[in-house]
Antibody, heavy 118, light 107 residues
């Protein structure tokens, strides 16, 4: 059974940093590209970043570029999101997700809430 | 970026009835369009990809159609477990973008 379990969320002050992690199991992690998607409270979904199977290519949406960094460790079956210079508008549930085919998301974690507030 | 617009925002349907949800792209996305279902407090679930291909384990009452800029998700006979929010998503052009969602509620 595919499982994606996020950790590392919490309350952080504006300008602060947080690192989210995702532990993957139940599939060959190194064979799949991986994604972070976020959802602000009561709002829709926003693609944040994705990373190729071998970690050689990473893509971040403009709203987080230069502040967030996606990374992975295939030896540990883990996916991370380093978030720096956090802003109130980054407050959201962050989902770790598995990429499928050319651009879909076929498995999602339960999500980790990040709250940016003073 | 490609803006995805869903309509209506809320759809009130009786169990057993047909539901038709629309998604429009600001530019052509070919058939690079997917649909997700999200229930309260849960992560989304992939229903349809490639505009019309059902994902693994998705019941046949869910069907997708369209290409270019206009897409439709049809639920042929609504079951109690289908009341949820539905999102469309394009992956034709970076960044992948989602619509704002259509809430399907019990009439």
């Amino acid at each position: 059974e595919v499982q994606l379990v996020e950790s590392g969320g919490g309350l952080v002050q504006p300008g602060g940093s947080l690192r989210l992690s995702c532990a993957a199991s139940g599939f060959t992690f190194s064979s799949h590209w991986m994604i972070w998607v976020r959802q602000a409270p009561g709002k829709g979904l926003e693609w944040v970043a994705n990373i190729r199977q071998d970690g050689s290519q990473k893509y971040h949406v403009d709203s987080v570029k230069g502040r967030f960094t996606i990374s992975r460790d295939n030896a540990k079956n883990s996916l991370d999101l380093q978030m720096n210079s956090l802003r109130a508008e980054d407050t959201a549930v962050y989902y770790c997700a598995r990429g499928y085919s050319t651009g879909w998301v076929d498995y999602w974690g339960r999500g980790s809430l990040v709250t940016v507030s003073s | 970026e490609t803006v995805m617009t869903q309509s209506p925002a809320t759809l009130s349907v009786s169990p057993g009835e047909r539901a038709t949800l629309s998604c429009r792209a600001s530019q052509s996305v070919s058939t690079n369009l997917g649909w997700y279902q999200q229930k309260p407090g849960q992560a989304p679930r992939l229903l349809i990809y490639g505009a019309s291909t059902r994902a693994t384990g998705i019941p046949a009452r869910f069907s997708g159609s369209g290409s270019g800029t206009e897409f439709t998700l049809t639920i042929s006979s609504l079951q109690s477990e289908d009341f949820a929010v539905y999102y469309c998503q394009q992956c034709n052009k970076w960044p992948p973008t989602f619509g704002q969602g259509t809430k399907v509620e019990i009439k």
